[in-house]
């Protein structure tokens, strides 16, 4: 009994500890503060107060300085220029802004640059990434590190007890320009990264298969970084490399962070902006989680069509499946987040550069609010006149004191969401909401794996999580993303989804047994349960692992070209694919929910469910084309276990947050909103039209 209260009472110091150690974010007192970058770098030092004047009177509450300021804070090594950054952190302090410092290391000075190329990274043709653009450095480098620190030093005994200074952002969207590093140091670093893994050049050797294709090594030193686009090369490698270069980056930012953690003033948080997990697979938040009181994100909507509602207003809307994956993945990481970077307009840099629709800004930050995101905080408060990005709108326009468009749709937006009368007491969770709230089970090294390994031409990773996602928020389902060593927590999430989970262990399978066990749903997908964790099939039948948990046999996979179009039958309704297809052979008590309509299997299952103990587990061995057989199966497990789910076209969202519904129209047609009669509409109509917003009670 003794050692029992011990242990309870160890418990509650440790949790009260880690509540005193986690800030408040303090960056102003509205319901949600709205923010904006500054560069007084950028500027004539006449206009700094009137900028800061302005961006307060517009209803922002806090600013953003310095990330890619190293050359003006120390312009030669050693010589340090701080009074023109004091000078803006004391007009900060004036209007009543608080501020975001940040570390400079996006973007080593030409003075550290020149008297050390060997802290720059290297392609894989060896091509050096020289002085004159960002994110040219390895955060990683030990050389590179020293110089951080002595620039961060300084910048902490200056703003590390600043009132003003509500906490720290490291580096800015951190990545390695071009996605990875060759440089000697980077080679050297993964050899070690590859010791400390494996130990032995034996052990390397079996876990990489190096006896295919006479790829055996004799020492580490022989091994060199991979080109990861060499996908006829060794995957096994390819795969260590793009695990080595996350562990590298989440070691650059732990590095920097252990600097701040030793010395600022307890009020203030450290965190950094994550940006583009689709575009960056060195990214990894789960890596960084630790060492970050919270992980904010940017985004920029327009940027690409790869994600873009279909319609006519697409292009023009952004894609709010992005804002909501990379929301709710950041907010995972330690309950809440913030955007640190939002597009105010029209931007330079993406693929097509066209005008948001007007009212579209206004409505990403009332999805950002419906999200549960902390704070917003946009790129940037005037429209720069020169630099790389210098068609990149801004709040306000190249005169610096007219108001942009999209500087109207925020302070709009401002407005509005201080207007919300909300109060604690009545914002506890719907039963409703907590009732379809599902976990998304991630790992990192499953897309690095299947990105390498394809299998086929038609496979993109991403295509199928986001199958999954997007239909989980069409049916307006709260989703959270957890590790495998996190708690399954079947009370906390009625629901888990894990597409595609390529590599599993024993662990991770009883896992599942035991979630399922004990009354949760879990929904997995095609390649789940295939490969070991070093990538390498098993050695028993395909997928063996996960057929007593499924309560099916998979007997094969099938894979058809562009061309050909199978058919399945489904609740009597068909559907159809064409990229990937597993053939089922389903136990006595296994349920088949689907099967192949057509090929030389037809009639062959591909959808089922098994009851276990007081839950089920759905297995979906087929990719669907426009993910319509996935939504299908969602809803009728959803519908069967007892969820009380929306029924949303695509790309509209409706969350739920603080006591209010909001509702979101990224789509090219009018949505009438399921509103029962007695609510109270606070912002909106019953029927969103495209870039619209409704808000109600």
Request: charged share 20%; net charge neutral; hydrophobic share 40%.
């Amino acid at each position: 009994m003794r050692k029992t209260l011990l242990c309870v009472l160890f418990t509650l110091v440790v949790l009260a500890a880690q509540n005193q150690n986690s800030p408040k974010l303090n960056l102003g007192t509205s319901n949600m503060p709205i923010g904006a970058y500054y560069y007084p770098e950028h500027w004539d030092e006449s206009q700094w107060e009137r900028d800061l004047k302005r961006m307060a009177e517009l209803g922002f509450e806090f600013t953003h300085f310095a990330e890619f300021a190293w050359a003006r804070i120390e312009p030669e090594e050693g010589k340090f220029d701080f009074a023109w950054l004091d000078k803006n952190v004391e007009l900060a302090a004036k209007y009543g802004l608080k501020v975001v410092m940040c570390t400079p290391s996006p973007c080593p000075p030409a003075w550290l640059s020149e008297k050390h190329p060997e802290i720059l990274i290297k392609d894989a043709a060896g091509y050096t990434v020289k002085h004159g653009t960002r994110l040219n450095a390895n955060i990683a480098n030990p050389v590179y590190q020293a110089y951080i620190k002595k620039v961060v030093d300084e910048m902490i005994r200056r703003y590390g007890n600043n009132p003003t200074v509500c906490g720290w952002q490291i580096d800015n969207e951190p990545h390695f320009e071009g996605l990875y590093d060759y440089s000697d140091f980077a080679q050297v670093d993964f050899r070690a990264w590859l010791k400390r893994k494996y130990g032995t050049i034996d052990k390397l050797n079996v876990a990489w298969g190096a006896s295919f294709w006479s790829l055996t090594y004799n020492n580490f030193d022989q091994i060199v970084c991979p080109s990861v686009k060499d996908y006829a090369g060794n995957p096994h490698i390819n795969l260590d490399f793009k695990r080595y270069t996350a562990d590298a980056l989440a070691a650059g930012l732990r590095y920097q962070s252990s600097l701040l953690r030793a010395s600022i003033s307890p009020k203030q948080w450290i965190t950094t902006n994550f940006a583009y997990y689709r575009f960056l697979p060195s990214v990894d938040l789960f890596r960084s989680r630790a060492d970050l009181d919270f992980t904010s994100h940017t985004m920029y909507l327009l940027s690409t069509y790869l994600d873009a509602p279909k319609g006519d207003l697409g292009f023009r809307l952004g894609s709010g499946m992005e804002l909501s994956f990379s929301g709710e993945m950041a907010r995972s990481m330690r309950g809440f987040t913030g955007i640190m970077e939002l597009q105010p307009g029209q931007i330079n840099w993406g693929q097509w550069n066209a005008q948001p629709l007007p009212g579209a800004v206004r409505m990403w930050i009332w999805h950002a609010f419906g999200l549960g995101e902390k704070f917003v905080c946009t790129y940037r408060f005037r429209q720069p006149l020169y630099g790389s990005e210098q068609f990149h709108k801004g709040i306000m326009e190249t005169d610096g004191v007219t108001v942009s468009l999209g500087g109207e749709e925020y302070v709009q937006a401002i407005k509005e969401i201080n207007a919300l009368r909300i109060k604690t007491k009545l914002s506890e969770t719907p039963a409703e909401v907590a009732g379809r709230s599902t976990a998304f089970l991630w790992k990192q090294d499953n897309l690095m794996s299947m990105e390498t390994t394809k299998v086929t031409n038609s496979w993109d990773t991403w295509r199928h999580y986001y199958s999954y996602y997007q239909s989980l928020k069409s049916m307006a389902c709260p989703v959270t993303f957890i590790a495998e060593t996190d708690s399954f927590d079947v009370k906390k999430f009625p629901f888990m989804v894990a597409p595609a989970y390529e590599m599993v262990d024993e662990t991770v399978i009883r896992k599942w047994t035991k979630y399922v066990s004990d009354g949760g749903h879990l929904v997995l997908s095609v390649r789940t349960g295939m490969k070991d964790n070093n990538s390498h099939l098993w050695e028993k039948l395909l997928q063996q692992p996960i057929w007593d948990l499924i309560g099916a046999k998979i007997d094969g996979f099938d894979q058809l070209p562009p061309s050909v179009i199978g058919n399945i039958n489904f609740g009597g309704t068909k559907f159809q694919w064409n990229v990937w297809g597993d053939m089922l052979t389903p136990d006595k008590n296994t349920e088949t929910w689907a099967a192949y309509a057509d090929q030389y299997y037809a009639g062959k299952s591909c959808v089922i469910k098994r009851n276990l103990g007081k839950g089920s587990v759905v297995y979906v061995g087929v990719e669907s084309k426009d993910k319509e057989l996935e939504e299908a199966m969602l809803r009728k497990l959803y519908n069967e276990s007892g969820a009380k789910i929306l029924d949303l076209p695509d790309y509209v969202f409706v969350e739920w947050r603080d006591g209010y519904w909001v509702a979101v129209n990224y789509s090219s047609e009018n949505y009438e909103l399921p509103i029962p009669s007695n609510s109270i509409i606070s912002v909106g109509e019953k029927i969103v039209v495209p870039g619209g917003v409704t808000v109600w009670k």
